[in-house]
């Protein structure tokens, strides 16, 4: 919300202490003795504004943007709910402890998201993202070499004495080197754009706070990838739950309702799905369109 200010009616946002319009100074002096109302906290100034939340009048040094928003005083800004997550204290726990009991929480009670500090910067979130993919690459890497060595001896292939012979073993362990780099390397870029594609959406649903906020609850949420490390069973159920947490993640990073939060997480992923499997389909339509007569 904005206020006008009051020399020439510019709309200025709360925190301001000086107008965008008009440049002059958003703190006035209250007329001694004056009919207008001045600042609950500071008397000799003028209020602007009264705060939307508790109704006191508020001068410009006193008027902050709310979690929508709206025209908040200081002091109910200050009640606010803004606890750090364990991965924000990563000096005073340790980076691998802060993980764990930020994984823990996100598994387990991602209601914590409606008290949590939103704001978080890009190379932490990311950070996160780049730990929670870990697990998973590994093990989808030894499975690769797993398969690449045992392979041959379940099936013999037969082979030209002449022919070049490269191992399955050696491509075992190419599949699994490019699993471990090139794999943390994909989550972190998907994250980027999924957080992209999901701040339009949650934009449409007038959701204020900035694009940090949706990358780290997106960042934040992947945690049930570490399930990861339990082959074949953590995959499957990793994407599920990491959709549920990304929810509550954006239900209370950025204080919305719960609509515009599961909107946030499903459209741009549904969208996406759709598109894909519509070309899938297309593209199996026309392969049989061409040859299934035959
Ligand atoms: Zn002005
Ligand atoms: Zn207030
Ligand atoms: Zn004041």
């Known amino acids: 919300m904005s206020i006008p200010c009051p020399r020439c009616q510019t709309p200025f946002t709360p925190g301001a202490t000086s ?14 003795g004056g009919t207008e109302p001045t600042c609950a906290v500071h008397p000799t100034l003028r209020s602007l504004a009264t705060c939307e939340r508790c109704g006191a009048f508020a001068c410009a040094r006193c ?13 109910c800004l200050a009640r606010e709910p803004n606890l750090p997550v364990p991965w924000d204290e990563r000096e005073e726990l340790g980076t691998f402890k802060a993980f764990w009991k930020t994984c823990v929480n996100v598994l387990l009670r991602p209601e914590f998201f409606s008290r949590a500090r939103a704001e ?15 697990p998973p690459c590994f093990v989808t890497g030894l499975t690769y070499l797993g398969m690449f060595s045992f392979m ?21 362990v190419a599949a699994f080197v490019a699993s471990i780099l090139l794999g943390p390397v994909m989550a972190v870029a998907t994250t980027v754009l999924g957080a992209g594609l999901d701040h339009l959406v949650l934009r449409m649903g007038n959701v204020t706070r900035g694009f ?10 992947q945690a049930p990838w570490v399930l990861g490390v339990v082959p ?12 549920v947490a990304r929810v509550f993640a954006y239900r209370g990073l950025h204080r919305t309702t719960w609509g515009v939060a599961v909107a946030g997480a499903l459209l741009g992923p549904g969208l996406l ?14 392969f049989v369109s061409q040859f299934g007569g035959n």
């Open 19 to 32: 107008c965008p319009g008009c440049g002059s100074s958003l703190l006035l002096e209250a007329v001694p």
């Open 63 to 75: 008027l902050r943007s709310g979690a929508r928003g709206e025209a908040v005083c200081e002091a």
């Open 120 to 134: 978080g910067s890009a190379s932490s979130s990311l950070l996160f993202v780049l730990l929670c993919s870990l």
């Open 152 to 172: 041959p001896a379940m099936f013999p292939i037969p082979r030209a004495e002449d022919q070049p012979n490269v191992p399955f073993e050696w491509i075992g």
């Open 212 to 221: 940090q906020v949706t990358l780290r609850a997106h960042a934040l949420s």
């Open 232 to 243: 074949f069973i953590g995959t499957q159920v990793a994407p599920f739950w990491a959709l």
């Open 273 to 286: 799905c759709c598109l894909c499997g519509g070309s899938y389909i297309a593209a199996v339509m026309f």
